[in-house]
């Protein structure tokens, strides 16, 4: 599903999608559906710029073994044409036992878990062939690999995942408690890494704005703080906590509900583009900021986290539509208004 | 496939290893009389084939093909290979309609879509016949949409379970149109692993050339990947995870693959495999390799069971991954696809509430949590459980799921369209 997201979405020129042993009927969707969605940059049916090498589960193993070569190669092929491709790999997991099962037959010696024991060097040859390149005639274009692993029970620690996390800089981990409470994407904040902030950081300050990358660390601090404090709570229950400390629980979930979430069947939400996630942020921080003010002048908690302006924030995603204008303005001020007055109150207590 | 002839009768086998100049056949039936002077073999150079017709609704198969109910062989110019072939994608058609199995927990929050696979994942002693058992009493297309019939494909499993589904088909008055594929637990293991093939045959004849919509249970998976372990170790196969073979996922897709629609056809094939969980344990191969080629799963819970909560589903980790194109506006309500997710959400955080509870007591919870385990409570015993015979329509299941879930604040509600909640909320 993420995948799938990510297929629509994600601002490439090209997108190679490899179903490696997927599943016949996800195929046909993404055959119904692409012809049906529009491409926002060129406006041509996103079935236009998409390729899709189709290897349900239940064909020839051989077949699924090739199948990641014959996309990465096509997606090679564009690069040099001087296009951005991207390449879904769905999922490399199957791919990884196409190789055992072929390994079996042929009677070779396994190692961890009934792998063969070139598993790591044939995972590092495809990841490797992601790169960015210039081309014969002078442009610049690239391949990016974004590969699925679905480790058996949800266990990072088998052989596929950890000898993929060798090879590549970043890595979204989906997490099953999320994925059970319906919390999509069910992407792990935790345990997700991108190596490529700091290079991206003088970008993201000049295409969206000064202060994203420490907006990113801010919140990133609190739900870091959150998930330590909610350790404390499945001890001794919320209550015993500080104002101060409940205040970060709060605010992680507004982070969590009101931002990291996304409801890929909602018009608005579906999409956000990266300005309105940054004053989606800002919004946040703002309330954070300010809210943390007026717990120190004995505002109680659960004022605040009753107050319409709470719901209003969590729902921002999707009544603010894309084009947003200035609702977002006008949400700030509602937070400043909200907050003096309500200092004001119970300072003259 | 081989014919045997041994005193005047014939026997079946399968090749089933080729080495230099030997062939190794084994045989379906059992070996007694069999001795190397007085037999002759015949290699037919084909697959397994069975003939089918329409005829077959309400007959009794061995595991390969062979009526078992007295009721003579079955006549018919078609014949087809047991082993099929995959399906291309571009030939499929997705599946949008669903299928309503009147039990509350599948209908509203795993709902089964036509062409589906959604296996159930059970331990032993759970009662996951008596679900498949109702499901096949229950379910229903929509009026005028064709034909609806099922196949049973039994493997390894007791006689008292089987027994038990013929007298439930019986009783419901259901049993002409059932074909029924039985390999029970004292029949022969090369039997079993075509005791599937040739019910999926029989699911796709009745599916593509008589255009009805089929739902075929298969019971017990997890016999039948004892079964092709079994005879991986006797061909002398490198093992792999457990010592189940190498190729199982490729040959559980190989099956599991067997369910959609194509086009040029109305009927479908939807598939519930029931698999028995060694020890509860979904991280096991079976279950694991399982859920990667279906479409999500029904998870049963031996907790809930032994709080007396029949169907005991354990929604947070089931999941049907095509119910969101088959409910909402135009097929179910509107409101459906933001209750399934709030009750999610919210069921999730009872079980951090009940946590919580079990080390402060309940007495020291917030009002809110209080809240939220009557939520809970009132969800298992009005929502989830209901009796064998109550049919409950999608309807009826969505209002229970209002009443219950008005027991929470009005904001607490994150995951359900405001609009909605206006409508519905009660109170």
Redesign the interface.
Known sequence: ?TQHQLAKWSDADIIVYI?C?E???????V??DFPKLIDPSSNLPLMNRTILI?N????P?AAREASIYTGITIAEYFRDMGYNVAVMADST??WA?AL??I???L?EM?AE??YPAYLPSRLAEFYERAGYVKTLNDKEASVTIIGAV?P????FSEPVTQNTKRFVSAFLGLDR?L?????YPAINWLSSYSGYITQLEDWYKQNVAEDMIFLRGEMMKILQEESKLQET???????VLPDQQRLILEIARLLK?GYLQQNA?HKEDTFVPLNKQYLMLKVIDNFYKLAKEAVKVGVPISVIK?SDLF?KI??MKYEIPSDFGRSFDELMNDISEYFSNLIREYEGD | MVEIKVQGKTKHGKVVQLNNHIAVVQVFENTSGMSVNDISIKFTGKPLEIKLSREILGRMFNGIGQPIDGGGPVFSGVKLDVNGS?????A????RNYIQTGISAIDTLTTLIR??KLPIFSGNGLPHNEIAAQIVKQAKVAEGEGEFAVVFAAMGIKHDDAHYFIKTFQDAGVLDKVVMFMNLADDPVVERIVTPRCALTAAEYLAFYENMHILVIMTDITSYCEALREISAARE?????KGY???L??DL??L?????MVEGSKGSITQIPILTMPNDD??H?IP?LTG????GQIVLSREIYQRNIYPPINI??S?S??M??GIGKGYTREDH?DVA?QL??SY??VQ?VK??SQ??GED???EL?KKYLEFGNTFEYSFLKQGFDEERDINRSLEIAWDILSILPK?EL??IN?KFVDEFYRG
Do not use: C, W
């Open positions: 599903m179903g042993g599943r016949g009927n996800e195929m046909t969707e055959l119904e189709a349900t589960s239940n064909m193993v997991s199957r036992e055992r099962e390994s079996g037959r009677e396994p878990e009934g679905s058996a029970g949800g266990d408690k994925a059970y409470s319906r919390h709570v499945k001890l001794v229950g919320e209550d509900v069947y009753t719901y969590i729902k | 995959p399906i291309n994608p571009v499929r058609r997705y599946p062409g589906q196969e490198v093992p792999g995870r073979p190498g190729y996922y490729s897709a190989s599991y693959e067997r369910a959609g979904i991280t191969p694991d990667y080629i279906t479409e947070l980790p999941l991954r095509l969101k194109d696809p997710n999610f959400s999730s955080r951090e946590a919580l080390v402060i020291e919870l917030s949590d904001n994150d995951r405001p």
